[in-house]
């Protein structure tokens, strides 16, 4: 399964909203998904699983909705340490990730 | 405090192998698959496969059928990523990550950089 984001680069202030879309080539099922924020030069950390559940200690600024194809992760009033790479995951039976969206500061 | 910790980077001629280990501390090792997945420079993250530190059963990624082995220790609470034949597309961070009960991997090792060059 391919998964694309959209957009490549999102350029936002402190305290905005950011909304980035991560698009299925087949269907996932939405037990399957997961969102991941990394920051330069660290691991993935995993904010998003089951496409809307929380893990644990993730800031409910956090939000994932979606199902099927079509899979959006939304960062309400973004503060400093939100501005990092993040990618979708499906794990099925063979995982795949998105390329990554950038949220950068504007 | 769960943690995954691996071993340090490398430096490979084309043609090598490398090994990659990733220790676990804070919880039954025994109870959690371990993934390993890459990241190569400006390149999205890569599923290489899993290993069920149980059972030893493994599953790798089609692409790494016949050049990738994991394997486990569970003494020391270490698994082991073996990938021969290495060239220079095998540049790349490798994670080691535990899988949790809901099937998604929830904590991360921190990397280690494999460097494949002559």
């Known amino acids: 399964i391919v998964l694309t984001q959209s957009p490549g680069t999102l350029s936002l202030s402190p305290g905005e909203r950011a909304t980035l879309s991560c698009r299925a080539s087949?269907?996932?099922?939405?037990?399957?998904l997961a969102w991941y924020r990394q920051r330069p030069g660290q691991a993935p950390r995993l904010l998003i699983y089951?496409?809307?559940s929380r893990a644990t200690g993730i800031s409910d600024r956090f939000r994932g909705s979606g199902s099927g194809t079509d899979f959006t992760l939304t960062i309400n009033r973004l503060e400093p340490e939100d501005f990092a790479v993040y990618y979708c995951?499906?794990?099925?039976?063979?995982?795949?990730f998105g390329q990554g969206t950038k949220v950068e500061i504007k | 405090q769960i943690q995954l910790v691996q071993s340090g980077a490398e430096v490979k001629k084309p043609g090598a192998s490398v090994k990659v280990s990733c220790k676990a501390f804070?919880?039954?090792?025994?109870?959690?698959?371990i993934h390993w997945v890459r990241q190569a420079p400006g390149q999205r993250l890569e599923w290489m496969g899993w290993?069920?530190?149980?059972?030893?059963?493994?599953k790798y990624a089609q692409r790494f059928q016949g050049r990738v082995t994991m394997t486990r220790d569970t003494a020391t609470s270490t698994a082991h990523m073996h990938l021969t034949r290495l060239t220079p597309d095998d540049t790349a961070i490798y994670y080691c990550?535990?899988?949790?009960?809901?099937?998604?991997?929830?904590?991360w090792g921190q990397g280690t950089l494999v460097t494949v060059s002559s």
């Open positions: 089951a496409a809307s």
């Open positions: 990550a535990r899988e949790d009960t809901t099937m998604v991997t929830d904590f």
């Open positions: 087949q269907s996932v099922s939405s037990s399957s």
């Open positions: 804070g919880y039954t090792f025994t109870g959690h698959y």
């Open positions: 290993i069920n530190p149980a059972s030893d059963g493994t």
């Open positions: 995951q499906q794990y099925g039976s063979s995982p795949t």
